[in-house]
Structures are given as C-alpha cells and as structure tokens.
C-alpha cells in the first residue's frame, strides 16, 4: 500500500510539476490527532506529495497534536485565513449546522462499506455548506466504528450511571446525557491526562483513539458497539484556493484522490490491530452485553429522531437516499 500511494504522488509529481510556475510558499496544515494516527499519517503524505507535485512551488507543512491550533479551534481558522488548509472533524461543529453530523447519527451507517455509501450521498450538500463558509473540501476519511471505553465493566447503562465521559462532538454528549453520565468536552490531544487525573472514567471513540492515547493506562474495558463512523476532513480557506492557478490545484486534487484510497485502507487495516493491542495491553475487550446493546439501540433511536428534527428536509433526504442504496 505505501508502494501504491508513492506511485500515485510521483505520477502528480511527473505530470504537472513543470506546469506549475507560481511564487514558492509555505501553508501550515494544523491537525487535531497525534502524529502516530492514521489520520495525521495520511495528512502527512498527503502534504509531501503537494510539495513534490508542485516542485515546490507550494509546500505544506503539517502540525499534528493540536500544536498549532486545538482541535476546536481549526475550523475557524481556516474560515478567517489564519491558516489556509486544515483537518478537523466537522461532527464537532454540529451546533453550527445539524448536517455537520450527518456521520455520527447512531447506528445508521456502521460498516466500512454503508459509510462510504452515506459519504457519497451527503459529499454533495456538505461541500455547498462548506463553500457559504469560505470553505473548500478536499477529501475525507473515516474513523473505524466507535466502541465503549470505561474505567470498570459495564454490562447495562446502571453501571455507568454518574460516570464523567470524555465528549467530541454533539452526538457523543447526547449519548452520555441519555445514558445517565455527564459529558465532558475533552480534545484528542487532553484525553490521556482526562482518564490519568479522573476528569473523565469513559468515552465512546476508535479502538484508535484509546491505542494512540494508551488508554489501557488508566481504563480497563473497550466494548465494541460501531456507535458510528465519523470522519476527518482536510479543508482549504476557499480565497486561498481561488486564488491557486489551475496546475496547482490539479496537484491538490491528484494528492487528494490518493490521500483518502490511502485513509481509508489505513482505517480498514487499523482497526482489528488497534483493538487487538487494546487487549494485550491488559484492557478487556468484546461485544457489548445483550442488554446493554439494547438500551444504546434505544438511545440511537431518540437520537436519530432529534437530529431528523434538526437537520431538516436535507436530513430526511440524506437518511432516505442511504436506505434505499441498502
């Protein structure tokens, strides 16, 4: 796979370098996740295949961990021209509008393969979202499904009742209300001193996620219960892209198409390994119990009516379109 997504940047590199004739500069690419996850090592080749496929011209330089903007933080920056590009995960922003997390309704697209199908139906309208905030897409990638991790066995929402969990995105603190536990708004790059120092006891992500933080320092469980699959998207401010001559943005476009093939066999291969080392790091990991995979199907339920509700007749058309691909 890395053999394949080399040849993909050489052949952008071999074809458009010498069209490529603007002025030499440098655009910060902050990113949200450690320098380790699937998502940043995506992010990164893709920034060395636009600085090989422009000679140059136009050279990225990436910033994972939050280290120059948090992860709130570089949607906005993007949108002001702070920084021209950027990744972020749009569910967190999904009190700005109700489709920035169309991704993260429970229990609607679970697979690898259905997410892909979802993307393809709400690419469309997201991307004009986008475009009213002086944003441009330039592709996206997903997590693997999102599990359970807690500090102690969990076997039915009583069991969690009080706990402090770890919340991204509007979806999560929803889950955590309607389970009984009280949401925390916790940044990737905060997560393992959360769990060390008790400000969070659990959290719905990736087994990723928990293997990138070494979760297994501080919680004992990972249930595995595909919640959703949110995804990361790699954003450019729109003035900064229109103003890109044509030869430039043909590398973009080039570097993308190969970064997400790149992304998404990233997230396919890391989930089984991420979750299997969860286990050899001494955490307890499997399927959730019958009855605790009951009550979050009922929590999906009232949640995916309420963001049914917010999200409008361009929800309702997204959610129909997904189920008829079925």
């Not at 090592?41 to 920034?47: D, K, R």
């Amino acid at each position: 796979m890395p053999k394949t997504l080399t040849n993909l940047a050489a052949g952008v590199a071999v074809a458009t370098v010498s069209a490529v004739t603007a002025q030499a500069e440098t655009w910060d690419l902050p990113m949200a996740y450690s320098a380790t996850n699937f998502h940043s090592a995506t992010g990164a080749i893709f920034a060395e295949c636009v600085t090989a496929g422009t000679g140059g011209a136009l050279t990225i330089q990436t910033h994972p961990g939050g280290s120059l903007y948090a992860g709130a933080e570089i949607k906005r920056a993007i949108q002001t021209g702070q920084v021209n590009i950027g990744e972020r995960l749009l569910s967190g922003h999904q009190n700005e509008n109700a489709l920035f997390g169309f991704d993260s309704v429970p229990f609607l697209a679970t697979s690898f393969a259905d997410s892909e199908k979802l993307w393809d139906i709400a690419k469309g309208p997201l991307s004009e979202i986008l475009a009213e905030q002086n944003l441009h897409l330039l592709y996206s990638v997903p997590w693997p499904g999102q599990g359970l991790y807690f500090d102690r066995e969990v076997n039915t929402l009583a069991d969690a009742e009080g706990l402090k969990f770890r919340a991204y995105n509007s979806a999560s603190a929803r889950m955590a209300e309607l389970a009984g536990m009280l949401p925390v708004q916790i940044e990737a790059a905060e997560i393992s001193q959360a769990f060390a120092t008790g400000v969070a006891q659990g959290m719905v992500s990736s087994g990723s996620t928990g293997y990138d933080r070494k979760v297994w320092e501080s919680l004992s469980h990972y249930y595995g219960v595909d919640a959703w699959m949110p995804r990361n998207y790699m954003l450019v401010n729109l003035d900064a892209w229109n103003d890109l001559d044509d030869a430039t943005k043909a590398v973009m476009n080039g570097c993308a198409v190969a970064a997400e093939y790149a992304g998404d066999w990233r997230s396919i291969q890391y989930t089984e390994f991420t979750v299997n080392e969860l286990g050899k790091n001494g955490m307890t990991t499997g399927p959730a119990s019958e009855e605790l995979a009951a009550e979050l199907r009922a929590i999906g339920e009232t949640m995916t009516a309420e963001w049914l509700e917010a999200a409008g007749e361009e929800g309702q058309k997204i959610v129909d379109a997904f189920k008829a691909a079925q």
